[in-house]
Structures are given as C-alpha cells and as structure tokens.
C-alpha cells in the first residue's frame, strides 16, 4: 500500500508508505492529489497530519528508475502531474501539518514545504539535489519560506541543510526528537481541529489568498472573510464561549 490514511476525532493521518524511502512514483503523485482533495470534501475531517513511514526518510524525492525510463516527449504531461499533487496539498482547504519523520530530498522536501506547519525530527535533511539529476525544480516552493542567498546555494550545489539550520532560516517551524515527533504533531492536530470547522476553512483559504497579494490589498482580503464568519451559528458561538469562559460547542454552520 503506498498510501496510508487513518483518521480519528477530527484528525486524518496520510502516511507515506513506501519505506525505506518513500520514493515517488507518477501513480503515488496522483494518489497523494486524489486523497487531498478528496480530504477536502469530508466535513468530519478538520485537520490532517502528512509523514512518512519508516525512520529513515520523509520522502527521498522522484523515483529515478522511473524517470530515466520516461521520455523527454512525456515531460510536461507528467509535470502537470506533480504540479497537481503540490497544490492539492497547498489548497486542501484543511490546515496541514507535515511530520518529518528523516530526510526530505527534491520533491520530498516540496511536499513539506506546501503543507501549513512543519515539524521534523532530528534525523531529518531537507535538499533539492535535482541538479545532480539533471533536474530542476522546488525553487518556486522553496523561495516562500528561505532567503534567495540558502535557496540558490541549495539549487546550485544539490547540498542539503540539517533540520537545525533548516529551523534557524524559517523552513521548518519545531525540530523534536524522533520519537517526539508523531505525538508532537497529533498534540497539535488536536489542538487546531478543536477549532471552529468554518472557522478553519475561512482561514486556510484567506492566508492561501494573500500570500501574494500586496499588504493593504491583504488585509482587506482577509477582512472579507471575517465578515463571511460573521453569517455563521459557529462564529457567535465562539465568541460567547470567549466571553463566559467555557469550550465552545461548533455545529458547523
């Protein structure tokens, strides 16, 4: 099985299953698009953890046996593939959390980088070795979160970076220890689908929308869909909870 998905009390886990490495193929591209946005649509769902199984890689990047057996006439049609898989995560309108449970290589480390929070363990590196490959890629993911100096040394040497330093320049936001890390994350979960569901939805779409939006532009945007949770049973219901102190009670409209 090449995907993995569980889910309990508002939490979906998606796990990688394709240990040692948890390569990549075409197929798995297209598996990880599909479970996403069909994630998505499931109303009982408000949060989603995406790991790897195994201890010894997140996701090592693209399947190279594949690829060199692909021709260059097939490129672009199993681009747009990859481009599907990325922003169906990026756009899953549910936060999503990445547990880095080891290296996260090439298209490994993209897939962490379209998710919401990123946690990593110790263990993990974080590289885009395409160049090495005769590839190139990731930088457009990339570049939202680290300096254009790390991410074209990155780019130009296929070096990869330690989770510390990964953590020190803004790509990754908590380094754990290994076996802190599943718990770390479903801590979290727990804590984001506790949240108001609309609530949730409203803000995932509002932060995806101003990411590259002018500042002033940005927070009229984002304004917009507090008026939205305005109209919503959930939002009143937050605030009065706030006001007398008690856990709120969300019914999802």
């Given at each position: 099985?090449?995907?993995?998905?569980?889910?309990?009390?508002?939490?979906?886990?998606?796990?990688?299953?394709?240990?040692?490495?948890?390569?990549?193929?075409?197929?798995?591209?297209?598996?990880?698009?599909?479970?996403?946005?069909?994630?998505?649509?499931?109303?009982?769902?408000?949060?989603?953890?995406?790991?790897?199984?195994?201890?010894?890689?997140?996701?090592?990047?693209?399947?190279?046996?594949?690829?060199?057996?692909?021709?260059?006439?097939?490129?672009?049609?199993?681009?747009?593939?990859?481009?599907?898989?990325?922003?169906?995560?990026?756009?899953?309108?549910?936060?999503?959390?990445?547990?880095?449970?080891?290296?996260?290589?090439?298209?490994?480390?993209?897939?962490?980088?379209?998710?919401?929070?990123?946690?990593?363990?110790?263990?993990?590196?974080?590289?885009?070795?395409?160049?090495?490959?005769?590839?190139?890629?990731?930088?457009?993911?990339?570049?939202?979160?680290?300096?254009?100096?790390?991410?074209?040394?990155?780019?130009?040497?296929?070096?990869?970076?330690?989770?510390?330093?990964?953590?020190?320049?803004?790509?990754?936001?908590?380094?754990?220890?290994?076996?802190?890390?599943?718990?770390?994350?479903?801590?979290?979960?727990?804590?984001?689908?506790?949240?108001?569901?609309?609530?949730?939805?409203?803000?995932?779409?509002?932060?995806?929308?101003?990411?590259?939006?002018?500042?002033?532009?940005?927070?009229?945007?984002?304004?917009?869909?507090?008026?939205?949770?305005?109209?919503?049973?959930?939002a009143r219901e937050a605030t009065r909870a706030t006001l007398e102190k008690r856990t709120p009670v969300f019914k999802g409209r």
């Amino acid at each position: 099985m090449s995907l993995i998905l569980e889910k309990r009390d508002g939490v979906a886990t998606v796990t990688l299953g394709g240990p040692p490495v948890n390569a990549l193929t075409l197929a798995l591209y297209g598996e990880i698009a599909d479970l996403f946005e069909n994630l998505g649509e499931e109303r009982d769902v408000h949060c989603a953890i995406f790991t790897g199984a195994g201890n010894r890689a997140f996701c090592a990047g693209l399947d190279l046996n594949e690829f060199l057996s692909a021709a260059p006439e097939q490129d672009p049609e199993r681009a747009a593939i990859v481009r599907r898989t990325f922003s169906a995560v990026y756009r899953c309108p549910i936060p999503v959390i990445a547990a880095i449970n080891g290296p996260a290589l090439g298209a490994g480390s993209v897939l962490a980088t379209v998710c919401d929070i990123r946690i990593s363990a110790s263990n993990a590196r974080f590289g885009t070795p395409e160049i090495n490959v005769g590839r190139c890629g990731g930088a457009a993911h990339h570049g939202r979160l680290i300096p254009q100096g790390v991410l074209r040394r990155m780019y130009f040497t296929g070096e990869p970076i330690d989770a510390q330093e990964a953590f020190s320049l803004g790509l990754i936001d908590e380094v754990v220890e290994f076996e802190d890390l599943m718990p770390t994350a479903l801590g979290l979960a727990a804590k984001i689908a506790g949240k108001s569901p609309l609530g949730l939805r409203c803000a995932k779409q509002a932060l995806n929308d101003i990411e590259s939006m002018p500042l002033e532009a940005v927070y009229r945007h984002e304004q917009r869909y507090s008026t939205k949770l305005m109209y919503t049973e959930d939002a009143r219901e937050a605030t009065r909870a706030t006001l007398e102190k008690r856990t709120p009670v969300f019914k999802g409209r």
